[in-house]
């Protein structure tokens, strides 16, 4: 069945390219909803904006919704990821500016925030969507695949020069609350240089050392190193799960990734629904919905963070 939050919860920070302070409030909603972004510091026109992948705008370094009225919110992933890792289907998420906080760089605040206010059943079916034949898109030495599966399946590669990153691999399978316990506490990284890049075009304004893992080389910058030792995988895995979330509930299919970034898996997804044949929408029987993210989740499995 659907679930939304038992009661809303409040969270405030600075947004990450941007760095401005934000407020950000989950409220409960009604079986059906869906996932909403409100703009509350909107007072003419349209502030509200569903997540939903079509309104996906292609920014590279974070997945920004727009709305037909041209109000747009930023760096929605590590929310969506939170929602579908804690299986909450509809809720209203209430904003004072327009980028999501940053927190720590991670979900896991956000996962903590809503498990401690508790998740509520509703009198409603899941609608998921099943993917029933591979689809898989490409760019610039960048592949992003869907394919059929029973639940959902996430796997990451990534390749980087630098060796404190290099090589890493991980293969997860989502179910049995698998995404707190293995992937929230996965932070943001870049390398010293892209940092560099991007506040000289005005981005990552509000990046920190506290809330991003900074590497040079062989070196981790941020206080406190890794929390995992693949940690940057399983921070791309966060953030497929967050953008694979816009497609309008859960999907039953294996994610592979490989070098993919936002615009790679939002495009997947376009691919995914403009293909005929490629997937239905399913009202989830009780079998398949304890094969999704969020089923399964126990409070003592959420990591505990500085």
Known sequence: MQHTLKSSVTFQGVGLHGGKPVRMTLRPAAAGYGIWFKRTDIEIGDAMIPAIYDLVDRTPLCTRLVNAAGVSVSTVEHIMAALAGCGVHNALIELDGSEVPIMDGSSVEFVRGIMARGVRQQASPVLAYEVLKPITVEKDGARA????????????TIDFEDSAIGRQTRRMDMRNGSFARELSDSRTFCRRGDVEAMRANGLALGGTLEN???VDG?????????RHADEA???????????????????LGCYVGEKAGHALTNALLRALFETPGAVRPVLCTPEQAARLPGQGLIWAEIPQVA
């Open 212 to 214: 991003a893992v900074v």
């Open 233 to 251: 995988v399983r921070h791309k895995m966060l953030d497929a799960l967050g953008d694979l979330y816009m497609a309008g509930g859960p999907i």
């Open 145 to 156: 695949t869907l394919m059929p599966s029973d639940g959902l399946e996430i796997e990451f």
């Open 218 to 226: 062989d070196e981790i910058l941020t206080p406190g190193g890794l």
